[in-house]
């Protein structure tokens, strides 16, 4: 059975402090690995797509990686802003349908 | 350029009743996915709408149903509302090979 895992649930930050969060997937057929942010109560907002391992991906201070298991997504030097829920999910048989781990929520302080 | 929208935001329903969730997708895409997301957890797969038909389904029963109309909006209809029904739901559109995006969904209480 297709699974998609994230670790840690939970993840508190100083600002400044740099951290991995980690997806863990066991999938057949990947077409693609996917990174969204979400903040509470608003849908997900799309971070990074990923097709094959070895590819990384990098938007300001995040750094998305992937290999044939797993894929990080580093936060450097976090900020307050960065505070939010981070899901991964995986696409097999067909892009709009994915796969969600339950996802990770970061909190950074001051 | 429009992203996806949806509505209502919120939406509060008794027990039994039936719910109809409206969804425009992004401009020029023309595939429309529907998840629901429980507190706490990750959005789950409920179905896919591509030209007008249903395409693929997930885990859920046969009290959740949709439709997508010719100019590729479409709805998500639940009946005999339980209270494990209450979510958010999510609306994506995708055009073949590109990222989801999503809507700011609709939160479903049911009383």
């Known amino acids: 059975e297709d699974q998609v895992t994230q670790s840690p649930e939970a993840l508190r930050l100083q600002e400044g402090e740099s951290s991995s969060l980690n997806c863990s997937y066991t999938?057949?057929?990947?077409?693609?690995l996917f990174w969204y942010r979400q903040d509470p109560g608003k849908g997900p907002e799309f971070l990074f797509t990923?097709?094959?391992a070895g590819e990384e991906k990098e938007k300001e201070r995040l750094k998305a990686t992937l290999t044939k298991k797993e894929s990080f997504l580093h936060i450097t030097a976090p900020k307050p802003e960065d505070s939010a829920t981070y899901l991964c999910?995986?696409?097999?048989?067909?892009?709009?349908?994915?796969?969600f781990g339950a996802g990770t929520q970061v909190v950074v302080t001051p | 350029d429009a992203g996806v929208t949806q509505s209502p935001t919120h939406l509060i329903k008794t027990r039994g009743q039936q719910v109809t969730l409206r969804c425009s997708p992004k401009?020029?895409?023309?595939?429309v996915s529907w998840y629901q997301q429980a507190l706490g957890q990750g959005p789950q797969f409920i179905f896919q709408?591509?030209?007008?038909?249903?395409?693929q389904r997930g885990n859920f029963p046969d009290r959740f149903s949709g439709h997508q109309f010719p100019n590729y909006s479409s709805e998500l209809n639940v009946n005999a509302l339980l209270l494990g029904d209450s979510a958010l739901y999510l609306c994506?559109?995708?055009?073949?090979?590109?990222?989801?995006?999503f809507g700011q969904g609709t939160r479903l209480t049911v009383v």
């Open positions: 990923l097709y094959s």
């Open positions: 994506a559109s995708t055009l073949q090979g590109e990222e989801a995006f």
């Open positions: 999938v057949s057929g990947l077409r693609g």
């Open positions: 999910a995986s696409a097999t048989d067909s892009w709009g349908k994915l796969q």
């Open positions: 401009s020029g895409h023309d595939t």
């Open positions: 709408y591509y030209e007008e038909e249903e395409r």
